[in-house]
């Protein structure tokens, strides 16, 4: 899993006074009976990176065009910097789309298609010229000004469209798929481009993707998506660490999830039967929950400890056996198996090349975490 962003200290979404820069209001679009986007209410603030993230078709690039304008809500309100732009047309709107295809023109060089938009609202030529070259220094493509789109690769492609998207200052770029058609190291080096681009210009960027790394490491927060509504919107580590839905702890990197019923609270500490697990967990949960309720265990890979013997009053020990490794370099996974047959993931960082006694298939092992390390799950 990749790192989160660290996003600035200033979190303009934790200040209820802050005028967002983008209101939804209760905004539905339905493509006859079905809902492509179902009553989503959120705000966007002014200099965010903002991820719009789900699992494809679920409503991502309909919410983006209807910011852009090119959908119309069936119902609902959006507000674009204070004034309501439900029914204004894209061209009067204080944004810019850049599309996953680029949509760049073929006959024309790379400075000309970058201009195109300056020139079609009558900016003079040296004005023009200016702005291209301050355009094409920004996103590091001035040696390639002359040349066609088709002898650019999808990089260099990729920064034309960005370059050409930025000309007319919007106040909002929205960016569908923008590393789509890259390849994965590009993809990462770029991740890193963008969003120096974006904290240097300050415009607030609205950005749709169904790649969880990408979303975690550019935004300052993201928008989890399912079925046309909006299941979370939190800053990346929130999401990762504290999930509030299955769905959602599932969705964003790995996870064991373990389903049973609380038995009691203290304070916040909630033990919860776990039939799979044949043990009753401890939770650190501080929201009260009534004795009896279902609910489910979430515990991520990388917080599980591996001790060879159980533990005197140590809480969450399971024993098993490990059916599967997979080495992926950095880390490695392990399967373990329960006595009930549920396979428990863990994860270690291979800190040294090789270990000394590493562990092995059919190994026995106990897997152990605190009640910090995992969550309740109540949907
Ligand atoms: P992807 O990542 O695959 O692009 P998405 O999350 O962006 O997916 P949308 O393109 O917003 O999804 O589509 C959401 C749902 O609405 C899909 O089921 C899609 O088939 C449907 N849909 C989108 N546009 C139309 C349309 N013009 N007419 C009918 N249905 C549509």
């Not at 679009?29 to 966007?44: E, H, M, P, Q, T």
């Amino acid at each position: 899993m990749s790192t989160a962003r660290q996003f600035k200290p200033e979190e303009p979404w934790q200040a209820p006074e802050g005028e967002p820069i983008v209101r939804l209001e209760n905004v539905t679009k339905r493509f006859g009976a079905f809902y492509a986007v179902d009553d989503i209410s959120l705000n966007i603030h002014a200099g965010e990176f903002f991820s719009l993230l789900g699992p494809s078709g679920c409503g991502k690039t309909t919410l983006l065009r209807m910011l852009a304008g090119f959908e119309t809500p069936t119902s609902g309100r959006l507000l674009i910097d204070g004034q309501d732009v439900t029914d204004i047309p894209p061209y009067e709107r204080p944004v810019n789309m850049m599309f996953q295809s680029y949509a760049l023109f073929p006959h024309m060089n790379v400075a000309d298609n970058i201009a195109f938009g300056l020139k079609q609202e009558g900016m003079p030529k040296s004005e023009r010229q200016d702005r291209v070259a301050e355009l094409m220094s920004l996103v590091q493509i001035e040696p390639l000004a002359k040349r066609k789109p088709h002898q650019l690769s999808g990089g260099q492609r990729q920064r034309v469209a960005l370059a050409r998207s930025l000309a007319k200052h919007p106040k909002i770029l929205l960016l569908d798929e923008p590393l789509g058609a890259l390849d994965k190291k590009l993809r990462e080096q770029t991740q890193f481009e963008l969003v120096n681009i974006q904290e240097r210009l300050g415009i607030t960027f609205v950005v749709v993707t169904h790649d969880q790394e990408e979303a975690m490491t550019m935004s300052s927060r993201i928008a989890l998506m399912h079925e046309g509504r909006i299941e979370q919107v939190d800053p990346p580590r929130r999401l990762y660490e504290f999930p509030s839905t299955r769905y959602a702890a599932s969705f964003i990197g790995s996870v064991n999830l373990f389903d049973g019923y609380v038995t009691e609270q203290n304070d916040d500490q909630v033990r919860v039967q776990c039939d799979d697990a044949g043990i009753q967990l401890e939770v650190r949960h501080s929201q009260p929950l009534v004795p009896g309720m279902a609910v489910t265990v979430a515990l991520r890979p990388e917080k599980v400890r591996v001790i060879h013997q159980l533990e005197a009053d140590t809480p969450n020990q399971l024993r098993g056996v490990i059916k599967e490794i997979a080495y992926l370099g950095d880390v490695s996974i392990y399967h373990v198996e329960l006595a009930s047959g549920k396979r428990v993931q863990f994860t270690q960082s291979n800190v040294q090349a090789l270990a000394e006694q590493p562990l092995t298939w059919d190994e026995e092992v106990v897997l152990s975490w605190s009640a910090n390390s995992c969550g309740v799950l109540t949907e």
